[in-house]
């Protein structure tokens, strides 16, 4: 799993901004766009429609990463169902203050 997130987490940081700063704010941010990934797929969506959904709810500053939300829900529907929670948006965070 965390070959995959921080192979997502670069996507995200490279294609949506350039060279974006990883700081709080930012990392922030891309938790909460995974924690919708992961609330879409527990409510039962399947995976285009939880990428309509988190697309449609981007506001704001969160709007920069529309380009990339179709790979990070991509994986998210990698992950196990028993590791969806609160668990998985603290870990992307956590690996994005890294980068």
């Not at 939880?50 to 939300?69: N, R, T």
Request: overall charge neutral; aromatic content about 6%; hydrophobic content about 45%.
């Amino acid at each position: 799993m965390k070959f995959t997130m921080l192979t997502a987490l670069a996507a995200l940081t490279l294609t949506a901004t350039g060279a974006l700063a990883l700081d709080k704010t930012e990392c922030t941010l891309q938790a909460g766009l995974v924690m919708q990934a992961v609330g879409a797929r527990s409510a039962g969506a399947d995976n285009g429609a939880a990428k309509q959904q988190v697309e449609a709810s981007l506001k704001g500053p969160s709007q920069k990463y529309a380009a990339i939300v179709p790979a990070v829900v991509d994986w998210v529907y990698t992950l196990p169902q028993d590791q969806l929670g609160a668990g998985v948006g603290d870990s992307w965070a956590q690996a994005c203050l890294k980068q």
